[in-house]
């Protein structure tokens, strides 16, 4: 049986979880939760979108959580990875809620940013509207990181670019693909050690970073900066020092004339393929690509764009 995503909620109210005996709800807040944390009641439904099916999933946990529920929160997480075991699932969509917490969950977490990295095409065409250029002028800038994010996005971008600048620490990793983008469309990618701290010319900046260092400071004036991966304090301080920069930090995705979770979507879409999911977990690899984007082109999403 194929593995399924699970949406992981919580309740709002301590009367919704199904505590099995009645007389629970008169002990004390402490007694319920250690009752709680020992039995894990829970409700778990099937569902589906867009076809794919799923599991929609409500563990003990009250909502909005208080930060003294801390140690409470992180046992009832623990219960439920041992849970795990008993379902089908590899892929979990997490309530707002529970974000925070996402690190103690034993399966992989849906973090919607990554959306926009597979579409990144169309990220880019959005983004193009912020800059006062033609098409073919606009300077294009990659910063590498330590994941394989930069390899999905120079097969899947950089053949519809003018011009190209490729930031990184490693330029050897990289030289054979410059060379089939070369040999194949005649651009020639510059390459910038990111060590260096270089002025980097570039009206639209494609963050694959996940360091937090202070690049920033090298991007050109009113740039674009898409970055769907840094945290929001990271974003705050590049903000506050450099006003000038447009940051595109988020997105709304829109999937059969509806808006849809972020998270949700990319649960969804990730659980459709095995490709596509083992890209997530362990990374892009190019001989994978054609299925990838067959499995894309099944999920025609469109995005509006957010900034920071």
Known sequence: MQKRYAYVDCFEEINEIPLGNPLIRFCTDKMIKKHLIKKFPNTIEEISYANIPGYYIKIPIIKPTKKEDEDYITSIIQ???????????DILVLDSTLKKYRHQFNLAVSIGG?????????????AKKEINKPSKEIRYVIVDGASTDVEFVLDHAAYDMNSLTLVTETPSRYEKKLAEIYEETGLAIQVKDKRLRQEIEGDLVIQCNKDHDKLFYCYQANAVLIDFFSDEEVLLNTKIKRKDLCIINTFDSYYLDQKWSSDLLLGIILNSDLALKNMYL??????????????????????ELIHF
């Open 79 to 89: 219960s439920f990875n041992q849970h795990l075991i008993n379902y089908d699932i």
């Open 114 to 126: 990554t959306l926009g990295l597979l579409y990144i095409n169309e990220i880019i065409q959005e």
């Open 282 to 303: 362990h990374g892009y690899r190019n001989n994978v690509k054609d299925r990838i984007d067959k499995v894309l082109k099944k999920y025609p999403v469109k995005f």
